[in-house]
């Protein structure tokens, strides 16, 4: 006699090819969730490295920043002294100037010119007086020009005067210290003074 299988076979394979879907498609999705969660672990960690590299990036910066303005606060302060020492060395080498001014006008006024006023502004001399004849104003301002600390001679005019007792003649004059003030560029208190002579 044959033998007949009176189990629900077919059933049975159903059953088992259902268990076996549901293993791949579990095995499946657990693998995917495992893929996705390594990925994100690791970019993850590549943000928070990253992050940590821009907080490192940005303290130095601010570093940097801090010490860029003590640098600008110490060129600044570099430039302040050395202004000073400047000015004090301009002031040391120009501080004869009137003296030496004084000294090469004395040299430069020949005898029978009269100084009535003597008035510097700055670099500027303005000489004022008498004059016995223009020769000996000729011979000033040739004196002026070969001066070393005078230059720029400029006589603005020549009057008779109004004492027709006397022949002296009236006149001013212009000149430019060439010295240490008109060098450096340092403007002397306007001092004006009176020298005179009878």
């Given at each position: 006699m044959a033998?007949?299988?009176?189990?629900?076979?077919?059933?049975?394979?159903?059953?088992?090819?259902?268990?076996?879907?549901?293993?791949?498609l579990t095995a499946t999705a657990l693998f995917s969730f495992l893929l996705m969660f390594s990925i994100n672990m690791v970019y993850n960690a590549r943000i928070d490295g990253q992050l940590q590299r821009n907080s490192y990036l940005d303290n130095e910066i601010k570093v940097l920043e801090q010490r860029i303005?003590?640098?600008?606060?110490?060129?600044?302060?570099?430039?302040?002294?050395?202004?000073?020492?400047?000015?004090?060395?301009?002031?040391?080498?120009?501080?004869?100037?009137?003296?030496?001014i004084m000294d090469?006008?004395?040299?430069?006024?020949?005898?029978?010119?009269?100084?009535?006023?003597?008035?510097?502004?700055?670099?500027?001399?303005l000489l004022v007086g008498k004059s016995e004849s223009n020769n000996r104003l000729s011979n000033m301002l040739r004196e002026a020009e070969s001066s070393e600390l005078l230059a720029?001679?400029?006589?603005?005019?020549?009057?008779?005067?109004?004492?027709?007792?006397?022949?002296?003649?009236?006149?001013?004059?212009?000149?430019?210290v060439s010295g240490f003030d008109a060098i450096h560029g340092i403007s002397q208190p306007e001092t004006p003074g009176k020298r005179g002579a009878k």
């Open positions: 033998y007949i299988n009176l189990l629900p076979w077919r059933e049975a394979a159903r059953k088992e090819r259902q268990k076996q879907y549901l293993t791949v303005v003590e640098i600008r606060t110490l060129n600044d302060k570099k430039k302040s002294l050395q202004q000073r020492m400047s000015l004090i060395e301009q002031l040391q080498s120009s501080r004869n100037l009137g003296t030496q090469e006008i004395a040299k430069v006024v020949p005898a029978g010119v009269y100084l009535t006023q003597f008035e510097k502004k700055g670099a500027f001399l720029d001679p400029l006589l603005e005019f020549i009057e008779a005067g109004k004492d027709s007792s006397t022949l002296l003649s009236n006149f001013k004059m212009h000149l430019t």
